[in-house]
């Protein structure tokens, strides 16, 4: 399992088509969890303290999990984890999976607007779906 800090990155820019199919630009930072993992903050300025927030965990196989991911209500509907995710898989150099609907544990679970949001990106063709495992993956 890899917890190195070296993907944190201050400002840059991160282009995205919502569902209104208008491009917006936001900020985006990478940051450090309060868990040591790497957190995704997307903000705009026009918006005030609301932000976009995905954290990774990392696995055992040096790909990493969402673990949260939270449009705070305003950010719904932008784009951004169409982006987002195979943004940051392209950064981490690895693949970024989704949760299983639940896992033998029921610690670990896909919500339905998780898995709405993960249908989006395999119609898009930005990620696939393992039947078996009952997992998304981006590469």
């Given at each position: 399992?890899?917890?190195?800090?070296?993907?944190?990155?201050?400002?840059?820019?991160?282009?995205?088509?919502?569902?209104?199919?208008?491009?917006?630009?936001?900020?985006?930072?990478?940051?450090?969890?309060?868990?040591?993992?790497?957190?995704?903050?997307?903000?705009?300025?026009?918006?005030?303290?609301?932000?976009?927030?995905?954290?990774?965990?990392?696995?055992?196989?040096?790909?990493?999990?969402?673990?949260?991911?939270n449009?705070?209500?305003?950010?719904?509907?932008?784009?951004?984890?169409?982006?987002?995710?195979?943004?940051?898989?392209?950064?981490?150099?690895?693949?970024?999976?989704?949760?299983?609907?639940?896992?033998?544990?029921?610690?670990?679970?896909?919500?339905?607007?998780?898995?709405?949001?993960?249908?989006r990106?395999?119609?898009?063709?930005k990620?696939?779906?393992?039947?078996?495992?009952?997992?998304?993956?981006?590469?």
């Open positions: 399992m890899r917890l190195v800090s070296t993907w944190v990155l201050g400002d840059m820019k991160l282009k995205c088509i919502g569902k209104d199919e208008i491009e917006r630009e936001y900020d985006l930072q990478i940051k450090e969890s309060f868990e040591g993992y790497p957190q995704f903050i997307v903000t705009d300025e026009s918006i005030g303290n609301e932000f976009f927030e995905l954290v990774l965990k990392p696995l055992d196989d040096d790909s990493y999990v969402v673990v949260m991911i449009a705070h209500g305003v950010y719904g509907g932008c784009g951004i984890p169409d982006t987002l995710i195979p943004f940051a898989a392209n950064h981490l150099s690895t693949k970024i999976c989704s949760s299983p609907r639940m896992d033998e544990y029921g610690k670990n679970w896909r919500t339905p607007d998780a898995t709405k949001m993960w249908d990106l395999v119609a898009k063709g990620a696939e779906y393992n039947n078996e495992a009952d997992i998304y993956s981006v590469v």
